[in-house]
């Protein structure tokens, strides 16, 4: 994946810039009294968006019920049909079971959830679902369906009502439809992340309304367009219209602030802890005698995930490079038709634990690319910054045209390194491995964080910035990705990038 604008959907954002936007003239507090200037965001929204997520994982159900039976009945036909097409209607119906466990899983409409932990909780419910469906035929209907049938749909359920939900999400994020309000107590550096984060993913469904502080300085200021609306004291007046508050003040005194979150009259408050560095996925909350302890789980270091992990690769990379060859070989031929010097670019890459590995990809730059970059950039010396910013041209000379154009677009130049992630140098997910100067433009720990882990064919930062993601931002994701791994994100990733990949989105 070619490594650009930040749209996280439910993981981290870059770092915010610490600006407040002065407003010219006074700006209208935003209180329960006053209906002009609060945000209106209508109890019939998260209705209309549980029923279009619902009816999305309905229509990518049924789908894959449709294409478990044609996958079954017409290609591969060297096996007994043991499925009759009037049994489709009960295994039709057994299959709408699964958005009923979504329901109780709290997946509609799921405002807030991380997108891994939403793809956490379908895939188990899937799961258990279709395990169900098989023990009921068993034992009750004596094999009416056929087991090829109910797998192959099973597999297709694994993976369409996760892509139809994250269509879904952006279409009603777009439409306005999706989302809440919320009040963000605190201005400061935390503060600002949390709500850049949020805007830039509203697919979480948290919509920032308004923010208190007790700092004067942003009185009447706003932040990213959300408006400063008064002090921390004045939080009760918005509990009327507002049901979720989020505490950003991790540097309060601690008697202080637990004072103010007791007294706050909001059916949901989230709590920001002073504990920056640390994962925030996959944290499970303890009660240590009346303390509140939290529970970390470091999962890169547990061998069987690593395993899993490998085993990932290995199934999803062969069928993978099996069916990239031919567009392999067909880009090598225009290649060679197009433009002199050789098929493949062949680079020294940083693997796990700082070992080097050859990595191969398509060539989509002149022969003469580093001649033409030293004099691009003597040409053109305010480009120098971009450079050293983001390593990256938006007018790049190198580029063969039309077609390095083409290939970087749809990251088709990268698909020989399948045989990478087969190899065990790559993974299909992990932080990109860079060349020697772009890594040497990181932090010591930051290399020593990436050293520890296998780059990966695409990663957190591709499916979210791509090319414009500057090396602040690339450090960020990467860092996020390295503390919260879980097989979900991995595949939550993998379903970003195939979203990513067919739009040509951020590449250049």
């Not at 119906?93 to 466990?101: A, D, E, F």
């Amino acid at each position: 994946m070619h490594t650009a604008r930040p749209s996280h959907a439910g993981l981290p954002a870059g770092p915010p810039a610490d600006s407040d936007l002065p407003l010219g003239g006074a700006l209208p507090r935003l209180d329960a009294d006053s209906s002009s200037s609060r945000p209106q965001v209508r109890a019939s929204g998260r209705v209309r968006a549980t029923w279009a997520i619902l009816l999305a994982d309905l229509a990518a159900l049924e789908l894959s019920l449709f294409l478990g039976y044609s996958l079954r009945i017409f290609l591969l036909p060297w096996f007994p049909q043991e499925f009759q097409p009037q049994h489709y209607k009960g295994l039709a119906l057994g299959v709408l079971v699964i958005p009923l466990v979504y329901f109780l899983l709290d997946l509609y409409p799921g405002y807030g959830m991380n997108p891994a932990e939403r793809l956490r909780k379908r895939v188990q419910a899937t799961f258990v679902v279709f395990s169900l469906l098989l023990a009921w035929d068993y034992l009750v209907q004596g094999h009416q369906w056929s087991r090829g049938i109910v797998l192959c749909t099973g597999l297709f359920a694994f993976i369409l009502p996760a892509l139809f939900d994250e269509i879904a999400r952006h279409f009603l994020s777009n439409a306005g439809v999706m989302g809440i309000p919320v009040l963000v107590l605190g201005g400061g550096k935390t503060g600002r992340h949390i709500i850049r984060h949020l805007l830039e993913n509203p697919g979480l469904g948290l919509r920032p309304a308004a923010i208190l502080d007790d700092d004067p300085a942003l009185e009447e200021t706003r932040i990213f367009g959300v408006p400063v609306a008064g002090t921390l004291d004045e939080a009760p007046r918005f509990s009327s219209t507002i049901e979720t508050i989020i505490v950003a003040l991790p540097g309060m005194d601690e008697g202080r602030q637990s004072k103010l979150i007791q007294k706050l009259p909001f059916s949901h408050v989230i709590v920001v802890p002073n504990l920056q560095g640390i994962q925030s996925l996959w944290v499970t909350p303890r009660d240590l005698g009346g303390i509140l302890g939290l529970e970390v789980n470091k999962n890169l270091l547990m061998r069987s995930n690593h395993t899993m992990k490998r085993c990932m690769d290995l199934v999803i990379a062969w069928p993978l490079l099996l069916f990239a060859i031919p567009l392999i070989a067909l880009s090598a031929l225009l290649l060679k038709l197009l433009s002199p010097g050789p098929v493949f670019f062949r680079q020294p890459r940083a693997g796990k634990s700082g070992r080097l590995f050859s990595m191969l990809k398509l060539r989509t730059m002149h022969p003469n690319s580093e001649q033409l970059l030293r004099e691009h950039l003597a040409r053109n010396p305010d480009e120098q910054t971009s450079w050293a910013r983001y390593f990256k041209l938006k007018s790049d000379p190198r580029i063969i045209p039309w077609l390095g154009s083409l290939l970087r677009r749809f990251s088709l130049d990268e698909l020989p390194q399948l045989w990478h992630v087969i190899r065990g140098e790559m993974s299909l997910v992990g932080p990109r491995p860079f060349p020697a100067y772009h890594l040497d433009a990181f932090p010591p720990e930051f290399r020593g964080l990436r050293a520890s882990v296998t780059p990966g064919l695409t990663g957190l930062w591709q499916v979210s910035a791509r090319s414009d993601g500057d090396i602040d931002v690339q450090e960020i994701l990467d860092s996020y990705y390295i503390r919260n791994w879980s097989p979900w994100l991995d595949l939550h990733i993998l379903i970003r990038t195939f979203r990513v990949v067919v739009l040509g989105r951020g590449a250049y």
